[in-house]
Structures are given as C-alpha cells and as structure tokens.
C-alpha cells in the first residue's frame, strides 16, 4: 500500500511564503512524477506544478516565478515553496505522484492541506 502524506498549509497574509511537503511511503519501486495540484469550491482540480524524475517541471502559468518545486529522490518526499502568495492561491492541495510499486504502476494522491491566504 502506497500512502502520500502532506504537510505545511496554514494561513498566511498576500505576500508571504509557505512551504508544503509530500512524503511517499509504502512498497515504492520508483516514482516517475510527483507534484502539486489545487482545488475551490466549485471549480475542478488543477495542476499546480510537477517534477519528473529526469528532473523536468511544469507550472501553472499563473505561479510561474513564485512558486518553486524540488524533490529529496532519496526520501520520496516533494516540497512547494510558494512565494509571493496572492488571495486567488487561496486552495486546497494535494499532493499527486506517479509510483510503481513491485506489481504495478498507479496515480496516488494525498489527502490535500488547505492554503488561505487572507489579503
């Protein structure tokens, strides 16, 4: 069984930073992508940002150059740093990878952590 569990959502006021992490556990054999997606009421789940294992990212146009994604391969853990937070970043999110395990590979998400950020 395979779990992703997510850390670091809180409050925090239009312009200031958080920093959420993702830690994969379970009978992991290799994880191709890990990222970040967001959801608001009413609106569908959207990507946030991703990184490959090759090392390659992908960003939402609207985070692009404040938010940064990194990955600790070793710890199967992936981190947001998100900068420059803006009312409308204001979300849900949820940690999302691609993981093989010794049988199969799957997509697995996190259970989200909430993100306010008041103006």
């Known amino acids: 069984q395979v779990q992703l569990v997510e850390s670091g959502g809180g409050l925090v006021q239009a312009g200031g930073s958080l920093r959420l992490s993702c830690a994969a556990s379970?009978?992991?054999?290799?994880?191709?992508?890990m990222g970040w997606y967001r959801q608001t009421p009413g609106k569908q789940r959207e990507l946030v940002a991703v990184?490959?294992?090759?090392?390659?990212?992908n960003f939402a146009d609207s985070v692009k150059g404040r938010f940064t994604i990194s990955r600790d391969n070793a710890k199967n853990t992936v981190f947001l740093e998100m900068n420059s937070l803006e009312p409308e970043d204001t979300a849900v999110y949820y940690c999302?990878?691609?993981?093989?395990?010794?049988?199969?590979?799957?997509?697995?998400w996190g259970q989200g952590t909430q993100v306010t950020v008041s103006s």
């Open positions: 379970g009978r992991i054999f290799r994880i191709s992508a």
């Open positions: 999302n990878a691609r993981i093989s395990t010794f049988s199969f590979e799957d997509t697995y």
């Open positions: 990184k490959t294992s090759s090392g390659s990212t």
